[in-house]
């Protein structure tokens, strides 16, 4: 979304992030009160403040509580994520704002479906390789597949890669969704 | 009084329920149901202005100056969208205020129907928080909370958006009984470690300076009260923001002025030089820091705020303790007597002889005039005739602005009323009118400039309406001054429209709506006509004719640091201090 500033612009007197070269990349958890315009507050927030968003999942959680989960990818400095998450905790209808990249030991996954079409050995070739990344076919033609795969960014990125030159047509992503491990909530 | 009734009458009976006595408001379609509601009963003073942009700083003047949330009710679209500028204004300036707003009715949301906008959308940006009541069912339990998240946590503007069918829909009123909000709990207390690590910080100090700001008088006067107590303990000279003036009174001998852009010599290079800063309710604003890079890089830093987001956010803070200023700075009173070791003494009085040092340089000092009046030395003269009594100050924006801030001396928290964070022209006028219906026996004076107080000239009706005896003091100096300064600081002295060109005669304009004008240029006549201007019981708009070309000085240039002041007898080469960095900023 925002790109950070070029670290090659000028410095402005007033801005304390000299030398932007420690970006990190950090999975937030937020836990929110699902009511109308919540995704909005969050979202605006982010454009607003000329914060990244990475990725952005969200769903409802807990129906009876009314919970929703928004997971977070984002990158910034240390600090600028520190502010990120005392930005987000000013918002009124949010219970919870967790780093998990911070606190350490969380599982995150992505699902992708990944059209591919082609004919002959690519459809052999494509099929194998999705064996190898054990991605599942959901759709298939004469001509096509979808597959279906999950796993971390990384994984997704990698198995789209491959099947470019094979006949890749078109990728929907879900975005990250992460947990932290052990038995306990965040 | 059954608590079966209609949404209209539910938005009455809780703004009684909670308190409120005076609103702030302009009629139109889509709250019709409430303004009639008003009608059957007299509790509530509704005071109607002539812009809503008017009612939004009035309830800002309201809140400021009597420490209750401000509320202000306006219709749908246009009613609406005027109200922004109020509601950035107080969200900057952390006011608690609760906007009512009209709405078309749920069935035509959507539809582009007439003075239909998106109210929770739009406002989501400039709002601490904001709802759209869709059903009658949630409109009580949304009242109430709405109030309690406006004065709460760091308090801001709520707003409340009400379709029409709504109004007219009959549901349960609940009472506001103690409110248990689900998520929004914010922390008063600080953490007793961090106290008692801040109170050894402060026992060792050599060269510490307290910087006070809005959140202090925010806090309510417990915490003004208890920040004197906590100076007076320890012997630190004290500064505060633009906002913060009067927590800590100018007339003590540890008042060190203002600090910042405009601030005083003395306060800015204490800040420069220090050796433990110790920030109260202040949010590190880049008009006080000046030059990032170059802020204070001597000191240790204790942040207090109750918004964890202001500490570390703008500079690197060493302790920050979150917390509401009057809880915490009553942690640190009792945690400090009972520690009972004081700093070093004979550092302490070596810091308060170098603060003299720099006093000395009397950097709010000004060339006086016998031909001409000065606009500082109109300033001073309004505050020593006004100073004996019940006084409430607000401004528009402006040099004006901070020449009030140098020169009218506060001794007490919620009397000094100005627009800080977004600089907004136009707030002195309504602000005085809100200020005057909380405090309607007190003297209030908008101190102006010409150009910003035609930004809502049009309130001068409701302050007839309603009898409110406000005083327009405007340092007229026939320039948009500040820009003209920063045009002469940046520009080469390119005054590119900056001149007040085809201004109102305004002791006319005075007259024309029924209030007093007086218009005086020679300092010799000046103490008459303000004494004119007090012991009129009516509306007055007072022309000051000051220098014209005169620079708000002493002030930190864009860019530079603290100890890097332009002082007033280094005005004359203006033009050649500024670099190119420097003028990218505003
Ligand atoms: C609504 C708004 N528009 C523009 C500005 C930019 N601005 C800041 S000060 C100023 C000039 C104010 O002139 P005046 O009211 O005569 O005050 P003076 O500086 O002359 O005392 C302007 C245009 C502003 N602060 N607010
Ligand atoms: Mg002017």
């Known amino acids: 979304m925002n790109a950070p500033s070029a670290p090659s612009a000028p410095l402005s007197p007033y801005s304390s992030a000299l030398g932007k070269s420690n970006i990190e990349v950090h999975t937030l958890s937020v836990l929110v009160d699902n009511e109308p315009g919540v995704l909005a507050r969050v979202v605006g927030l982010f454009s607003g403040r000329g914060y990244n968003i990475e990725s952005l999942t969200v769903a409802e959680v807990a129906h009876a509580e009314h919970l929703s989960r928004i997971t977070i990818v984002t990158s910034g400095t240390p600090e600028a994520i520190e502010q990120i998450g005392h930005q987000l905790e000013r918002l009124v209808p949010i219970h919870k704002v967790t780093d998990l990249t911070l606190r350490g030991g969380a599982v995150e996954r992505e699902l992708a479906m990944i059209k591919v079409a082609g004919k002959g050995a690519c459809r052999d070739e494509a099929l194998r390789l999705a064996d190898a990344f054990r991605a599942r076919v959901i759709d298939a033609s004469i001509e096509s597949f979808v597959f279906e795969l999950t796993g971390n960014v990384g994984k997704i990125d990698q198995f789209i890669d491959l099947m470019r030159p094979i006949g890749l047509v078109e990728v929907a992503r879900t975005g990250v969704a992460a947990i932290s491990r052990g038995p306990n909530p965040i | ?586």
Not at chain 2, 48 to 72: D, P
Not at chain 2, 277 to 292: K, Q
Not at chain 2, 509 to 516: F, I, K, P, S, W
Not at chain 2, 555 to 581: C, L, Q, R, V, W
């Open chain 2, 1 to 586: 009084m059954s608590n079966l009734m209609t949404g209209a009458e539910m938005v009455v009976r809780a703004l009684q329920d909670q308190g409120v006595d005076t609103i702030f408001g302009y009629p139109g379609g889509a709250v019709l149901p409430i303004y009639d509601a008003l009608f059957h009963q007299d509790q509530i003073k509704h005071v109607l202005v002539r812009h809503e942009q008017g009612a939004a700083h009035a309830a800002e003047g309201y809140a400021r100056s009597s420490g209750k949330v401000g509320v202000l009710l306006v219709t749908s679209g246009p009613g609406a969208t005027n109200t922004i500028t109020g509601l950035t204004d107080a969200l900057m300036d952390s006011i608690p205020l609760i906007c009512i707003t009209g709405q078309v009715p749920t069935h035509l949301i959507g539809s582009d129907a007439f003075q239909e906008c998106d109210t929770v959308g739009i406002t989501r940006h400039c709002t601490k928080h904001n709802y759209l009541v869709r059903q009658v069912e949630d409109l009580a339990r949304i009242l109430h909370e709405a109030f309690y998240v406006a004065q709460n946590g760091r308090p801001g503007p709520v707003v409340i958006d009400i379709p029409k069918d709504v109004q007219f829909a009959l549901g349960a009123y609940l009472l506001p009984d103690r409110i248990e909000h689900k998520t929004y709990k914010p922390k008063l207390d600080g953490d007793a470690d961090k106290i008692a690590q801040a109170v050894a910080m402060m026992a060792t100090a050599r060269r510490p300076i307290f910087y006070t700001g809005g959140g202090v008088v925010n806090s309510g006067l417990e915490a003004s009260s208890l920040l004197r107590e906590l100076a007076g303990l320890t012997g630190f000279p004290v500064t505060s923001t633009l906002m913060g003036l009067g927590a800590f009174p100018a007339s003590d001998k540890q008042w060190i002025g203002m600090l910042g852009m405009h601030g005083t010599f003395e306060a800015n290079n204490a800040m420069h030089d220090c050796d433990l800063m110790i920030a109260v309710g202040a949010r590190f604003d880049d008009r006080i820091t000046g030059r990032l890079d170059a802020f204070s890089p001597g000191s240790k830093k204790i942040h207090i705020d109750i918004d964890p987001s202001s500490i570390n956010k703008n500079v690197k803070i060493d302790l920050g303790i979150v917390g509401d200023c009057s809880h915490v700075l009553r942690q640190l009173v009792d945690a400090y007597r009972a520690q009972g070791k004081q700093p070093d003494a004979g550092a302490l009085a070596r810091w308060w002889a170098q603060i003299d040092k720099w006093r000395a340089r009397r950097s709010l000092s000004f060339k006086a005039s016998d031909t001409v009046i000065k606009p500082q030395y109109a300033v001073q003269r309004l505050y020593e005739l006004t100073k004996s009594r019940d006084v409430y100050i607000t401004t528009e924006v402006g040099q004006h602005q901070m020449w009030a801030a140098q020169h009218y001396h506060f001794d007490e928290p919620n009397r000094w009323m100005t627009s800080g964070g977004l600089g907004t022209m136009g707030y002195g006028l309504p602000a005085a009118i809100g200020a005057q219906m909380a405090h309607p026996q007190a003297l209030v004076i908008d101190i102006a400039g010409e150009a910003s107080i035609l930004m809502n000239i049009q309130e001068m009706s409701t302050a007839l309406q309603y009898r409110l005896p406000v005083k327009i003091f405007i340092l007229n100096n026939e320039y948009m001054g500040m820009v003209r300064q920063w045009q002469e600081l940046l520009h080469g002295g390119r005054y590119s429209e900056s001149y007040s060109e085809a201004l109102p005669d305004f002791v006319k304009l005075a007259e024309a709506y029924g209030a007093h004008g007086i218009r005086c240029s020679d300092p010799a006549d000046l103490d008459a006509a303000i004494m004119e201007m007090i012991d009129i019981p009516r509306p007055v708009i007072f022309d000051c004719i000051v220098d014209k070309t005169e620079n708000c000085l002493p002030m930190i240039p864009s860019g530079k640091a603290h100890n890097e002041m332009i002082m007033p007898d280094e005005d004359a080469d203006m033009g050649t201090m500024i670099d190119a960095p420097g003028k990218m900023l505003v």
